[in-house]
């Protein structure tokens, strides 16, 4: 069987998948946390792995598919960098491998959920379209017919490391006024800890404002508004059909996408006199990086 492994900043995701097109579906998962950023590489690694057996639960694994937040070369070999990961130009792939004993691919996390979406989700009809994540951080890809544009090296699409807020806050690339900081499960925390004065993990705000919380929603509120203003951006660069929006923090759907519709329309250039994208949500959700990973596995043989 082929498993796909998504590994964000927090927890790392494995999933079976069985059936294609509208009929493509997770049929099992498994979740454990993610050791941290200071943990060492084989821990991580370690993870990986034990996610991806807990979800093959004693049946034989033929390929692992593994979807990364960071910088991935081109070739899917290595890791160059990750904010919120140890891994520093890692060999992750073939580390891997040996440790699983099967064929291993990597990808980047949010190119992984574009290839989801593009083979039976929000991308599926898409010519020229951007794809969002919003989880620990922010990753993006780029399509084009079909396909996702990699850049020169691999590393297209890392919206966010944009500087939105000269001189803004830290951030755990080292940079300040990241768009991430402002737009992620990271701000979601930050943006209720000043309302609150007391710490809210992302699933927890997420479970208030479906309530009906004020403080809550004001504060996905704020994230969207952010994540509308980050978008405009990439529209003037990009001029894309439409906008997928994957990711743990996009699990709330309108709560979130209907500020960055708002945000978007405020902040786009010429707005009234253009086609404004749409913001849609990916098919496959929080999932969508684990899907497109298991399907790459599952291409590779
Ligand atoms: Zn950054």
Not at 21 to 48: I, K, T, W, Y
Not at 122 to 132: E, H, N, P
Not at 171 to 188: D, I, K
Not at 271 to 294: C, K, M, Q, S
Request: net charge negative.
């Amino acid at each position: 069987m082929h498993v796909g492994v998504d590994v964000g900043g927090t927890k790392v995701l494995a999933v079976e998948i069985a059936g294609e097109g509208d009929g493509l579906e997770v049929v099992s998962s498994a979740q454990v946390p993610m050791p941290g950023r200071n943990a060492s590489d084989a821990e991580v690694e370690r993870a990986v792995a034990d996610a991806a057996l807990e979800v093959a639960a004693g049946r034989t694994l033929t390929g692992v598919g593994v979807s990364s937040a960071g910088l991935v070369d081109r070739e899917g070999e290595w890791v160059r960098f990750c904010a919120h990961l140890p891994w520093r130009d890692a060999p992750v792939r073939s580390r891997l491998a040996e440790l699983l004993g099967v064929p291993v691919v990597l990808d980047n996390d949010a190119n992984c959920a574009a290839y989801a979406e593009l083979a039976a989700g929000s991308l599926q009809d898409a010519t020229f379209a951007l794809m969002i994540t919003i989880g620990t951080g922010i990753g993006g890809a780029i399509v084009l017919d079909g396909r996702v544009v990699r850049g020169a090296n691999g590393m297209a699409g890392e919206f966010g490391h944009v500087q939105v807020v000269p001189d803004g806050l830290a951030c755990e690339c080292g940079l300040h006024g990241c768009w991430e900081q402002y737009c992620s499960g990271r701000a979601l925390e930050r943006v209720m800890r000043v309302a609150l004065g007391s710490h809210l993990d992302g699933p927890q705000v997420a479970a208030l404002a479906r309530d009906g919380d004020r403080i809550a929603r004001e504060a996905f509120a704020t994230v969207g508004t952010w994540l509308g203003v980050g978008i405009a951006g990439l529209v003037s660069a990009y001029d894309p059909e439409v906008v997928v929006v994957g990711g743990g923090v996009s699990a709330v759907g309108d709560l979130l996408l209907d500020p960055a519709r708002h945000g978007l329309a405020r902040a786009l250039q010429g707005a009234e006199h253009r086609t404004i994208p749409g913001i849609v949500p990916a098919r496959f959700g929080p999932e969508a990086g684990a899907v497109g990973a298991a399907l790459q596995a599952v291409a590779a043989g």
